[in-house]
């Protein structure tokens, strides 16, 4: 049943939750929602995405630039690195938990707040696209495991090997000695997170990953977790996150930076602070990374890491192109 119908046609009541913006008063400074109209740069189409996806933000832009919307230019842009078995940390090919299955996580938010997300699913290679059914399908946010597979097959999906050849090698290799272990950059940074506005001004969002090489069976990270890995306000801006996903999901990352931004402060002083206040719970830790990246409503853009290494990927009416991000260390 649709969200709308289940809604309306609900015989249990109604429970109405009133969010209040956060209102910040400062003589120097403005709140990105009181801006005026003469201070408001030209909404321009753009299309984001944490590392150096060049496939996937080039998707993205196939879809806006012919004025497509951004939710439906960040599902596709996000689908191309699910659906690419040389990316060992998203999709179909990527690493297998500690008992050899891929399990994959994924969510997806749109410019009204609506979203979806999947933890746990195997077999599908497509986990945003079930994420986003479950947005506008059900009423619900999160499905896990064999009910999230099942799911995803009554809504027309294929079930599907993940593990390829490579994979599976690498998971006997790793067998013999069975050492869990972070790597702290790119070679096991998990997760593809993608954001975009469109030329209306909206703005969607979409995360997803196969999560840690090798993790406990059942682990999941920040990537699905609506405000930890992903966060989209139409007001304000976005923001995603990549890297170990328990810390992202103490401080709620995601969200912190969009709270940040709507304080005033810009995408890319939103991400050092997000940063910094992980650094804070974790004094004299090294061995680990995380990147920020973030997106405001006026199409600027900032991302920020834990250790040199992290980059994004960038396209819009400029050019196209990867922008290196400075680091906490």
Same mark, same amino acid.
Request: aromatic share 6%; proline share 3%; charged share 25%.
């Given at each position: 049943?649709?969200?709308?119908?289940?809604?309306?046609?609900?015989?249990?009541?109604?429970?109405?939750?009133?969010?209040?913006?956060?209102?910040?008063?400062?003589?120097?400074?403005?709140?990105?929602?009181?801006?005026?109209?003469?201070?408001?740069?030209?909404?321009?189409?753009?299309?984001?995405?944490?590392?150096?996806?060049?496939?996937?933000?080039?998707?993205?832009?196939?879809?806006?630039?012919?004025?497509?919307?951004?939710?439906?230019?960040?599902?596709?842009?996000?689908?191309?690195?699910?659906?690419?078995?040389?990316?060992?940390?998203?999709?179909?090919?990527?690493?297998?938990?500690?008992?050899?299955?891929?399990?994959?996580?994924?969510?997806?938010?749109?410019?009204?707040?609506?979203?979806?997300?999947?933890?746990?699913?195997?077999?599908?290679?497509?986990?945003?696209?079930?994420?986003?059914?479950?947005?506008?399908?059900?009423?619900?946010?999160?499905?896990?495991?064999?009910?999230?597979?099942?799911?995803?097959?009554?809504?027309?999906?294929?079930?599907?090997?993940?593990?390829?050849?490579?994979?599976?090698?690498?998971?006997?290799?790793?067998?013999?000695?069975?050492?869990?272990?972070?790597?702290?950059?790119?070679?096991?940074?998990?997760? =593809? +997170?993608? !954001? @975009? /506005?469109? *030329?209306? %001004?909206?703005?969607? #969002?979409? $995360?997803?990953?196969?999560?840690?090489? &090798?993790?406990?069976?059942?682990?999941?990270?920040?990537?699905?977790?609506?405000?930890?890995?992903?966060?989209?306000?139409?007001?304000?801006?976005?923001?995603?996150?990549?890297?170990?996903?328990?810390?992202?999901?103490?401080?709620?990352?995601?969200?912190?930076?969009?709270?940040?931004?709507?304080?005033?402060?810009?995408?890319?002083?939103?991400?050092?602070?997000?940063?910094?206040?992980?650094?804070?719970?974790?004094?004299?830790?090294?061995?680990?990374? =995380? +990147?920020? !990246? @973030? /997106?405001? *409503?006026? %199409?600027?853009?900032? #991302?920020? $890491?834990?250790?040199?290494?992290?980059? &994004?990927?960038?396209?819009?009416?400029?050019?196209?192109?990867?922008?290196?991000?400075?680091?906490?260390?």
């Amino acid at each position: 049943m649709k969200r709308r119908k289940f809604l309306k046609n609900s015989t249990t009541g109604t429970a109405a939750l009133v969010a209040t913006p956060l209102m910040v008063s400062c003589k120097n400074e403005k709140t990105t929602a009181s801006l005026s109209e003469s201070d408001q740069v030209p909404i321009k189409p753009i299309a984001v995405c944490t590392w150096n996806f060049q496939n996937a933000t080039a998707k993205a832009w196939d879809v806006l630039k012919i004025g497509g919307s951004a939710l439906d230019a960040v599902e596709q842009g996000v689908m191309v690195e699910e659906a690419d078995v040389t990316n060992e940390t998203v999709g179909k090919g990527g690493r297998p938990d500690r008992d050899g299955h891929v399990t994959l996580d994924a969510c997806i938010m749109d410019k009204d707040g609506n979203c979806g997300a999947v933890v746990y699913l195997k077999n599908i290679t497509h986990p945003v696209s079930v994420a986003r059914k479950v947005m506008e399908e059900t009423p619900h946010i999160i499905l896990a495991g064999k009910g999230a597979e099942k799911f995803a097959y009554e809504q027309g999906f294929k079930k599907e090997d993940l593990l390829t050849e490579s994979t599976r090698k690498q998971y006997e290799e790793w067998k013999k000695t069975s050492k869990y272990e972070t790597t702290i950059n790119i070679e096991n940074h998990d997760t =593809i +997170g993608m !954001l @975009a /506005i469109d *030329k209306n %001004g909206d703005i969607a #969002g979409a $995360c997803t990953t196969s999560g840690m090489a &090798y993790k406990v069976a059942g682990r999941v990270g920040d990537s699905p977790i609506i405000g930890a890995g992903l966060y989209v306000d139409n007001e304000v801006g976005g923001a995603t996150a990549t890297g170990v996903g328990e810390e992202v999901i103490r401080t709620v990352g995601s969200f912190l930076i969009v709270e940040l931004m709507r304080q005033g402060k810009s995408p890319q002083e939103a991400c050092e602070e997000g940063v910094r206040r992980i650094m804070k719970k974790n004094e004299g830790r090294e061995d680990f990374q =995380i +990147g920020f !990246l @973030a /997106i405001n *409503k006026q %199409g600027e853009t900032g #991302g920020y $890491c834990v250790h040199p290494g992290f980059s &994004y990927q960038k396209y819009d009416p400029s050019g196209h192109g990867n922008v290196v991000s400075n680091s906490f260390y």
